[in-house]
């Protein structure tokens, strides 16, 4: 069943696992009534039990001051009744999205009269680990319940009070609309061990998906056994062509960089064609130390803040490779498009490119060159989103190739299943 020595192990993580397995073969079966009538049970729950909830979150949030987090992390992990009244909205707005699963992706009658249809149908245990964002405890759950998939939930440390009591409400609200409870568990214990011994529970945990810094999502991709989804490293880029319209890539810079620079969507290099960097450089600067962006570049735009009378650092290696997620940026002058894909090809986290351009041919080849799971042609890097896409809620944006890309939404949750109908065949 697994290649994993604990997978028949008596631990609290594996016991909870295997409840996770069972759960997932009951809900597997249910019509979308059945779930879409529990998520709607889960939505009611959390504005019902919202005092019960921010009562648990308050133990977090002191927890965290008294270790000295940064007010950006306390501001993360903080949830207000207003912030559960939001999440609650969300969880109604899955329930209006299309149900992905039975859905036919194709099929056809072969010519020995066989009917062929492949099918989809849920993953089955789904494994989410992420960091201090109680929001993806509810968010996570929602979107695997609605695909018909069971859940285990391994939130960070620092959110476990929060996460503890999310999971009671969410586990006595599905029970109470006839869905198994085990259908979203909260994984046990709160040190590395339990995730550890998530990721090995290959057999028992059909997938992986880590949500949080590249720190997380390169020890679940090293260290899991069980099958990983990659997802929300964005070392993004924009490069502005030599027959860009500079207002155009002005705005789109600015927008990609500054309108939330601590996502994985906002843009972390510009790349300017040496052929406009004299007319674009200057204004370039202008709206960026404007937004209080700080930029790190080469001897071109170093040089360009020195006219301007604005400090640019220089860039090096370091600054190519980071996603900064905040507000800074690495800059460079290109000769050609061909050296800004070079330099997009030897850099990028494969999240989202951008090119600025008139000219059609030169965008036709920057997005055949590009190897990452969006590129946009004059618009913003901040538009990689499953709800700015038209998908509804997201389970994380994907940057590796296999199974899924990009966006995941409800259909990226579900694997297929071929049904083959007969009238008594035999192969010949």
């Given at each position: 069943?697994?290649?994993?020595?604990?997978?028949?192990?008596?631990?609290?993580?594996?016991?909870?696992?295997?409840?996770?397995?069972?759960?997932?073969?009951?809900?597997?079966?249910?019509?979308?009534?059945?779930?879409?009538?529990?998520?709607?049970?889960?939505a009611d729950a959390l504005t019902e039990r919202a005092a019960e909830i921010v009562e648990a979150n308050a133990r977090d949030i002191e927890r965290a001051r008294a270790a000295g987090t940064a007010d950006a992390i306390v501001d993360r992990l903080t949830l207000t009744p207003r912030r559960i009244a939001a999440i609650a909205a969300d969880v109604r707005d899955v329930v209006a999205l299309p149900d992905p699963v039975g859905e036919v992706v194709r099929g056809s009658t072969l010519p020995n009269g066989l009917e062929l249809r492949q099918v989809r149908v849920p993953l089955g245990v789904v494994g989410i680990i992420y960091e201090a964002r109680p929001n993806v405890t509810v968010d996570a759950a929602?979107?695997?319940?609605?695909?018909?998939?069971?859940?285990?939930?391994?939130?960070?440390?620092?959110?476990?009070?929060?996460?503890?009591?999310?999971?009671?409400?969410?586990?006595?609200?599905?029970?109470?609309?006839?869905?198994?409870?085990?259908?979203?568990?909260?994984?046990?214990?709160?040190?590395?061990?339990?995730?550890?011994?998530?990721?090995?529970?290959?057999?028992?945990?059909?997938?992986?998906?880590?949500?949080?810094?590249?720190?997380?999502?390169?020890?679940?991709?090293?260290?899991?056994?069980?099958?990983?989804?990659?997802?929300?490293?964005?070392?993004?880029?924009?490069?502005?062509?030599?027959?860009?319209?500079?207002?155009?890539?002005?705005?789109?810079?600015?927008?990609?960089?500054?309108?939330?620079?601590?996502?994985?969507?906002?843009?972390?290099?510009?790349?300017?064609?040496?052929?406009?960097?004299?007319?674009?450089?200057?204004?370039?600067?202008?709206?960026?130390?404007?937004?209080?962006?700080?930029?790190?570049?080469?001897?071109?735009?170093?040089?360009?803040?020195?006219?301007?009378?604005?400090?640019?650092?220089?860039?090096?290696?370091?600054?190519?490779?980071?996603?900064?997620?905040?507000?800074?940026?690495?800059?460079?002058?290109?000769?050609?498009?061909?050296?800004?894909?070079?330099?997009?090809?030897?850099?990028?986290?494969?999240?989202?490119?951008?090119?600025?351009?008139?000219?059609?041919?030169?965008?036709?080849?920057?997005?055949?060159?590009?190897?990452?799971?969006?590129?946009?042609?004059?618009?913003?890097?901040?538009?990689?989103?499953?709800?700015?896409?038209?998908?509804?809620?997201?389970?994380?944006?994907?940057?590796?190739?296999?199974?899924?890309?990009?966006?995941?939404?409800?259909?990226?949750?579900?694997?297929?299943?071929?049904?083959?109908?007969?009238?008594?065949?035999?192969?010949?």
């Open positions: 069943m697994s290649d994993s020595a604990d997978s028949t192990g008596t631990s609290p993580v594996l016991v909870t696992a295997r409840r996770a397995r069972a759960a997932a073969a009951e809900l597997a079966p249910l019509p979308r009534t059945a779930r879409d009538a529990a998520l709607l049970a889960v929602a979107l695997c319940l609605k695909s018909g998939n069971a859940v285990l939930l391994r939130g960070s440390s620092s959110a476990y009070a929060s996460n503890t009591a999310l999971v009671a409400v969410l586990r006595d609200a599905v029970a109470g609309a006839g869905l198994p409870a085990d259908a979203v568990q909260l994984v046990p214990g709160e040190g590395r061990e339990s995730a550890h011994e998530l990721m090995r529970a290959r057999g028992l945990v059909d997938v992986l998906i880590p949500r949080g810094g590249e720190t997380l999502i390169q020890t679940v991709v090293r260290e899991s056994t069980v099958p990983v989804i990659e997802t929300g490293v964005g070392n993004c880029h924009v490069y502005v062509d030599e027959l860009a319209d500079l207002d155009m890539a002005v705005d789109i810079l600015v927008n990609s960089k500054a309108q939330r620079p601590s996502v994985c969507n906002a843009a972390e290099t510009v790349l300017v064609h040496a052929g406009i960097a004299e007319r674009f450089l200057p204004r370039a600067l202008a709206a960026l130390t404007e937004a209080g962006v700080r930029v790190h570049g080469d001897e071109a735009w170093q040089k360009a803040g020195l006219d301007a009378g604005t400090e640019v650092l220089p860039a090096t290696d370091a600054d190519w490779e980071t996603e900064y997620l905040g507000y800074d940026i690495a800059a460079a002058v290109v000769p050609t498009l061909d050296a800004a894909v070079a330099h997009i090809r030897r850099w990028t986290s494969g999240h989202t490119e951008a090119i600025v351009t008139r000219d059609t041919a030169a965008a036709r080849r920057f997005v055949s060159l590009m190897d990452s799971a969006a590129v946009m042609v004059n618009a913003s890097t901040r538009f990689t989103d499953g709800g700015q896409f038209g998908f509804g809620a997201e389970i994380g944006i994907s940057t590796q190739k296999l199974h899924a890309r990009g966006p995941m939404g409800l259909p990226e949750l579900t694997s297929t299943t071929y049904v083959v109908t007969g009238d008594g065949h035999l192969r010949e």
